[in-house]
């Protein structure tokens, strides 16, 4: 392997791949098909991002090496010193992002995020209002062989099935009915606006606990691109990967002393032990860039690509659930344009050419999960690299391109050798 077979990569990176040369042949060829596999495709799926490289080696880093279960100051092992301080960096950074009080930063994903949220706010056996998966919810809040499913009644709410978007007088109705212990507000697939004041309102009426979920939305609230859950909600879990622009982790946020008592002993010792202090640290390191003006300009970007890839896709033909996107990801109908085409072909088609996606249930899909009737796409990574609107458009091209002549080969080489050009221009952030 040589240096020079990998361009867009920075010189840390270029170092590791020469130390696993020398070390472990075998994960350094893994890892540098990886490096230009994201080098070489667009990533379009609304969950991943690209990281700079001081946030993906602050993840690599002797704060691997330390054990440091409990909390900055009440730890039980020596040595923490420098953990406890890169714990309180990103906590702190953590509440001046989001404009609260409270964080936990030690969850090791959002699962593990929600998983303590719910065992501090409720008991097992309590009703939990939330959108099903199926149309547009995540399966930590409430899917059946889930832990939220197995430990909690779970009740639903469900979007108009006219207009696919929150009908917030049903949603209160429907808490009237189930009188749940509490509602969770925030989505993994819904291209909407969500209106957090009137979920209080509808929480309060029926006294219930209001949970929002901003794992996909947390960069676009951090960079005021998205209204925040704040001071709407009683506990707000997320990732800090997806918008936000981080390592893989989770995040727990409030501005309730109680609750961040409770949330405190529910993430350790009541469901994680040691903490990632790598992870943590790298944590840190995203919350100081998403403090950074610029972040601001991100987050306003990725919201005007999402909205020009929508409207490319349009043009062509597509059907965007909802009718278009508030955010940054968008659920395209792909049936009025085909009604054969499904959305694990499309997946499949489109990762030929270079186009990364995933295959999505729209709401009322009449096709199973791993087969599905939508695709969703997601701007995030995109912008990351500097594309916009013009490319998006370009991109809507593409994706058309190659689903309309139904995943042959020789339009899917020549997209590819297209799009090669353009992540050229568009190297991954150093």
């Known amino acids: 392997m040589k240096t020079t077979d990998h361009p867009s990569l920075d010189p840390l990176s270029l170092d590791l791949l020469n130390l696993l040369e020398q070390a ?5 060829d893994l890892l540098a098909a990886e490096a230009n596999r994201q080098a070489n495709t667009l990533e379009l799926i609304a969950s991943e991002n690209h990281v700079s490289a001081a946030v993906m080696h602050a993840a690599g880093t002797w704060m691997t090496n330390k054990y440091a279960e409990g909390y900055p100051g009440k730890r039980y092992y020596g040595g923490c010193e420098h953990h406890d301080t890169a714990e309180d960096l ?28 719910f065992m501090a706010m409720c008991n097992p056996g309590d009703r939990i209002l939330s959108l099903p998966i199926k149309s547009g919810g995540h399966l930590s809040h409430g899917l059946k062989p889930n832990f939220s499913g197995t430990f909690y009644e779970i009740h639903d709410y469900d979007v108009d099935p006219e207009s696919e978007r929150l009908d917030y007088d049903v949603i209160a109705a429907r808490a009237r009915e189930v009188q749940p212990k509490m509602i969770i507000c925030g989505y993994s697939a819904y291209p909407r606006t969500i209106d957090f004041e009137r979920f209080r309102a509808i929480a309060d009426d029926v006294g219930a606990i209001l949970m929002a979920d901003i794992a996909h939305i947390a960069g676009l609230v951090a960079g005021g691109a998205h209204p925040s859950p704040f001071p709407h909600a009683h506990i707000v879990t997320t990732t800090t990967h997806k918008t936000l622009r981080g390592p893989r982790g989770g995040l727990i946020l409030s501005n309730d002393e109680d609750v961040a008592k409770k949330v405190d002993r529910k993430v350790f010792p009541g469901s994680q032990g040691g903490p990632l202090m790598h992870i943590i640290t790298a944590k840190a390191v995203a919350f100081g860039e998403a403090l950074q003006p610029s972040f601001n300009d991100y ?12 409207e490319g896709l349009v043009e ?31 997946e499949q088609w489109l990762e030929a050419a270079g186009i990364i996606t995933n295959k999505n249930g729209i709401p009322n899909d009449p096709r199973p999960p791993m087969v599905t009737s939508g695709l969703r796409l997601g701007t995030a990574a995109l912008t990351t690299r500097g594309l916009g609107t013009d490319d998006m458009r370009q991109i809507a091209s593409w ?27 568009h190297p991954l952030p150093h």
């Not at 509440?95 to 409270?102: A, H, I, T, Y």
């Not at 968008?330 to 959305?343: I, K, N, Y």
């Not at 994706?399 to 221009?425: F, T």
């Open 299 to 310: 987050a306003a970007q990725v919201v005007s690509n999402a909205a020009a890839l929508a």
């Open 90 to 117: 990103a906590r702190d950074r953590a509440k001046e992002l989001f404009g609260c009080n409270f964080a936990n930063v030690q969850p090791h994903c959002g699962a593990n995020a929600n998983i303590a949220a």
């Open 24 to 28: 472990d042949p075998g994960v350094a």
């Open 316 to 346: 062509h033909g597509y059907r965007l659930c909802t009718g278009g996107t508030d955010n940054h990801l968008l659920l395209v109908d792909l049936q009025p344009r085909d009604a054969d085409l499904t959305g694990a072909d499309a």
């Open 399 to 425: 994706l058309d391109r190659v689903m309309a002549s139904k995943g042959d080969e020789a339009v899917a080489r020549e997209v590819r050798g297209e799009i090669r050009e353009m992540c050229d221009a």
